[in-house]
């Protein structure tokens, strides 16, 4: 027997409101703001540490900056898109290295390098750049759940449609299962 044709739900919209907040901006403008904010964070991380991803100098290239550059500086700066964007911000993540990466190989491959310095090859630096990339998705789903932990996912209020109640205990205690 179907009791929620019965009994109408009952729908706290004020408890609702207090766990799902609006966003601060459009979606496109989230997106936007995340992926140049994410672009300048990689190029200032990159000056400051002092790496060029696409430049190999021997053993020397690969240094503790260099690690830095490659794992944790990527992981904030993902963390920073998916708290800007919210969700989908692993997604939008991919794109703010794959740019300025580009950028930055293209400006060595028609500038002059100084002197000792050789551009990695084509594939090698494709793989770092995806390595970016990924490390780059990873911080963007860490900050996508820690914006979910602050503002929700959907705007969705009550039980979802698809949500029967369930029978009331008393309803049942006077009932034989025979």
Same mark, same amino acid.
Do not use: K
């Given at each position: 027997m179907n009791h929620s044709a019965d009994q109408p739900v009952m729908i706290n919209k004020e408890a609702a409101m207090d766990v799902v907040?609006?966003?601060?901006?459009?979606?496109?403008?989230?997106?936007?703001?995340?992926?140049?904010?994410?672009?300048?964070?990689?190029?200032?991380?990159?000056?400051?540490?002092?790496?060029?991803?696409?430049?190999?100098?021997?053993?020397?290239?690969?240094?503790?900056?260099? @690690?830095?550059?490659?794992?944790?500086?990527?992981?904030?700066?993902?963390?920073?898109?998916?708290?800007?964007?919210?969700?989908g911000g692993k997604y939008l993540a991919h794109f703010p290295p794959l740019t300025v990466l580009l950028i930055s190989y293209y400006q060595s491959t028609h500038g002059v390098l100084p002197e000792g310095v050789e551009l990695l090859p084509w594939g090698l630096w494709v793989m770092f750049m995806i390595l970016q990339m990924e490390f780059c998705a990873v911080g963007g789903f860490i900050g996508e759940i820690l914006v979910r932990r602050r503002t929700g996912? @959907?705007?969705?209020?009550?039980?979802?449609?698809?949500?029967?109640?369930?029978?009331?205990?008393?309803?049942?205690?006077g009932q034989s299962r025979g």
């Open positions: 907040h609006q966003q601060w901006a459009p979606t496109w403008l989230r997106g936007v703001t995340a992926f140049f904010v994410g672009g300048a964070l990689i190029q200032t991380a990159l000056e400051l540490l002092g790496v060029h991803l696409e430049w190999f100098v021997g053993m020397a290239t690969f240094n503790a900056n260099w @690690l830095v550059a490659m794992t944790l500086m990527p992981v904030f700066v993902g963390i920073v898109i998916g708290m800007i964007y919210g969700f996912w @959907l705007h969705r209020y009550g039980a979802a449609p698809d949500a029967d109640p369930l029978p009331d205990d008393g309803e049942q205690v």
